[in-house]
C-alpha cells in the first residue's frame, strides 16, 4: 500500500510570517510536529536574559550554544539509536531523529563570560547576563 502524504510547498514559510496571528495546532501529515523546531521561552530576571529551549531526547554532548553579540544560536542532534533488525518492519513512526537549529536575536549584547548552561529533563535553560553599556561622553565642537 502507498504511504499518501500532503504536499506543503511551504512548509512552516507562513509559520514564521504570521507568527502571533494564527495558531496552527498540528503538524501536515508526515510530519513530525518538532521537525526542525525548538520551542522557547525568554524571560528578563535580575540584568539576564533566561533563555528555556524544549530539546527532549537528546543528550548533552550533542548540544551547541553559540553567542555572537545580541545573538543566540541554539542547535541540537538527536541520534536514533534503534537499530532495525532484518525480521523487524516499521510500520508507524513518529519521533524525529536529526539536527534541530533555533537562531534569535535580543536586545541587548550578552556578556559571554558569564553565561550559563544547564540540560535537565529535556530542558535546556541559559541564564544570558546582559553587557554593561558603555558609558556616552559629550563631544566637544570645535
Do not use: C, W
Request: aromatic share 8%; charged share 30%.
Amino acid at each position: 500500500m502507498a504511504t499518501i502524504s500532503r504536499y506543503d510547498p511551504f512548509g512552516d514559510v507562513f509559520d514564521d510570517l504570521l507568527k502571533g496571528f494564527f495558531v496552527r495546532p498540528m503538524a501536515v501529515e508526515g510530519q513530525p510536529a518538532a521537525a526542525g523546531r525548538i520551542k522557547i521561552d525568554v524571560s528578563e530576571k535580575n540584568g539576564a536574559y533566561v533563555v528555556q529551549a524544549e530539546i527532549p531526547g537528546v543528550k548533552k554532548e550533542d548540544i551547541q550554544v553559540n553567542i555572537d553579540g545580541d545573538e543566540v544560536s541554539i542547535s541540537a542532534e538527536a541520534r536514533g539509536e534503534k537499530e532495525i533488525k532484518e525480521d523487524e518492519r516499521v510500520l508507524h513512526r513518529e519521533r524525529y531523529y536529526g539536527k534541530v537549529e533555533r537562531a534569535f536575536r535580543l536586545g541587548t549584547e550578552i556578556d559571554q563570560g558569564g553565561a550559563i548552561a544547564k540540560y535537565a529533563d529535556g530542558v535546556l535553560e541559559l541564564t544570558l547576563p546582559k553587557k554593561a553599556a558603555a558609558a556616552g561622553r559629550q563631544l566637544t565642537i570645535q
